[in-house]
């Protein structure tokens, strides 16, 4: 069965601290990985997205790795700010792009 | 810039009322999405369009219907409101080959009573 299973479900953090959050999927044919960013009350954000062959990309503050051997990913967030608070959805497209799987999500909290 | 938008941003409405949630996108995107989104759980899809006045059933479609007459606009109808469609709303849409691409508007939270 094609799943996507993020950890953790939450996370509090203070302002200015790095963090990471994980995804493990279970997804074939595995097509690419993308995070979202989604404020409370907003739609899904993209922040970055990773085919097979790539291994780290960065927008930012936000750098993403992904290893297809392990089927994992992570979230890494740099110098971390108020405005990252949110929830953090890695969503993996598969069977040739017509479908994707989404996690249900890590919500982040910084605190000052 | 892309931009979708949705008709209401909350809803609140009584079980077996006839509910409709519209969807506008303005990048003469093809295909539109519908999906709802509860707490610990991931997005699920519950209709798609990949043209005008084309659908198919995504994964959760029972209780629901759509519409799509227009290519910006892509309308999700609730036939008999039931409590257990409460949930946040949330279009997308996508270029046709490009459906790993979605652009999500910001969503309608829906509570039916």
């Known amino acids: 069965k094609n799943q996507v299973e993020q950890s953790p479900q939450s996370l509090i953090i203070l302002e200015g601290k790095n963090c990471t959050l994980q995804c493990n999927y279970t997804v074939s044919p595995f097509s690419n990985l993308r995070w979202y960013k989604q404020d409370t009350g907003r739609g899904p954000v993209s922040l970055t997205i990773?085919?097979?062959?790539?291994n780290t990309k960065s927008n930012g503050r936000y750098t993403a790795t992904l290893d297809a051997d392990t089927k994992q990913s992570s979230l890494h967030i740099t110098a971390s700010q108020l405005s990252d608070s949110a929830s953090y959805i890695c969503v993996v497209s598969s069977g040739g792009y017509n479908k994707l799987i989404f996690g249900a999500g890590t919500r982040l909290a910084v605190h000052p | 810039d892309v931009k979708v938008t949705q008709s209401s941003r909350y809803l609140v409405k009584r079980t077996g009322e006839k509910v409709f949630l519209e969807c506008v996108q303005d990048m003469d995107h093809e295909n539109m999405f519908w999906y709802r989104q509860d707490p610990g759980l991931g997005l699920r899809l519950i209709y798609f369009?990949?043209?005008?006045?084309?659908?198919e059933k995504g994964d959760i479609p029972e209780g629901y219907s759509v519409s799509r007459e227009k290519k910006e606009r892509f309308s999700l109808i609730l036939e008999s409101a039931s409590t257990n469609q409460t949930s946040m709303y949330l279009c997308?849409?996508?270029?046709?080959?490009?459906?790993?691409?979605?652009?999500f508007g910001p969503g309608t939270r829906l509570t039916v009573t």
């Open positions: 369009s990949y043209d005008v006045k084309m659908k």
């Open positions: 997308a849409s996508s270029l046709p080959l490009a459906i790993y691409e979605q652009y």
């Open positions: 990773m085919t097979f062959s790539e």
